[in-house]
């Protein structure tokens, strides 16, 4: 959740200043850019040296660092951050967040910021339970602020009470949770099914596809992006899904119809990539068939249309989107296979377009929504196609 992230850590003026240091290396660790502001005060608790050695940035103290006669834009790192965290904040930062005074560059920085400010509070017992602290929790947390509540202990002061800052690892799980819940897709159930399936003919033969798995691959790692729960249902493919996906591998697209109706209740959005054979061998032979005589003739039947049964049983909060690989005809046939499958989207891939389908990294496709309105797209690499496929379904799921 914090890769790429740029992140203002300010520190303040209180002994819990040394957990700034801890907060650092769990930031970087996380893979979030980090720049540390510290209050002229904070520095009389922790060195700029050790916070710049830690974040690998430079630690910025006052608007003007007159040994370098450089000056520090604070609406230039303001705007820089996705997000700023103030741990520890003291009872005086505090006091000048929910008053406006900006006498220092943390304070300016602060006000000329546009993300979300979490602040960890770190003060003895009696400054924290104070009428005025209190006012100013509440007057900051108007503005749509978050406070990350602190712990009860022993302070440094020696009483015993609440005032001790957030532990590090408990305010990277805070933040982690926070932008987790803020993703759009937060909560919901989806299942994309990727890959081809593999019909048996005898134990060593298969009637199968070209189908790669990139494109259904790229898109369960897109909406796992958006923060949703994803089931990724997959024929064979050597294609590593990441950890954080639920993987289901399948084979036939009997067995990928089993996987698909079982969970299908519990899904809100489910996206149907797979190259799902339409026919199979009626009869499937126990031993390897002998090339005895000169002709060989397999008898098909159809398989179960898994795309249009789902379409049969979705119910009205549910987001159904399929594919429609054509040759000819295309925009007809994307179209009617909307309505026949009853889709809410419909993903329609050319074999006319050179850098489409199977097995490439790039695709085209045009996305038709229920409406039959059409949005074209040029030709991008599965990962941005899949960001599209994503963007038009939130348009749709709000
Ligand atoms: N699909 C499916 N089950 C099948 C066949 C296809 O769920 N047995 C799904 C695919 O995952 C895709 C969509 O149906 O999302 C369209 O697949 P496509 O092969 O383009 O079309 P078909 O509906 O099979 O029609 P046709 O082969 O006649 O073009």
Known sequence: MLKNKNIILGVCGSIAAYKSAFLVRLLVKAGANVKVILTPDGANFITPLTLATLS?????????????????????????????????????????????????????????????????????????????????????????????????????????????????????TFLEQILKESLPLYGKNVMVTAGPTYEAIDPVRFIGNHSSGKM???????????????????????????????????????????????????IDITVMCAAVADYRPKVVATEKIKKNDNELLLELEKTVDILASLGREKKANQILVGFALETNDEENYAKGKLEKKNLDLVILNSLNDKGAGFKSDTNKITIFNKALERTVFEMKSKTEVAKDICAAILNISK
């Open 216 to 266: 259904g691959f790229a898109l369960a790692n897109e909406l796992a992006k958006l923060g949703a729960n994803i089931t990724l249902i997959t024929g064979p493919t050597a294609l590593k899904a990441s950890t954080e996906l639920k993987r289901i591998d399948v084979v036939s697209a009997d067995e990928m119809l089993n996987a698909c109706s079982s969970i299908f209740p519990e």
């Open 56 to 172: 690998k940035n430079p630690v910025y103290t006052q608007y003007f660092e007159e040994e370098t006669g450089v000056w520090s834009n604070h609406v230039e790192l303001g705007l820089w951050a996705d997000l700023i965290i103030i741990a520890p904040i003291s009872a005086n930062t505090l006091a000048k967040l929910a008053t406006g005074i900006c006498d220092n560059l943390l304070t300016a920085i602060y006000l000329s910021a546009k993300c979300p400010v979490y602040v960890a509070p770190a003060m003895d017992l009696d400054m924290w339970k104070h009428e005025s602290t209190q006012n100013n929790i509440e007057k900051i947390s108007s503005y749509g602020n978050t406070v990350i509540s602190p712990g009860s202990g022993e302070l440094a002061s020696g009483l015993y009470g609440e005032g001790r800052m957030a532990e590090p690892e408990d305010i990277i």
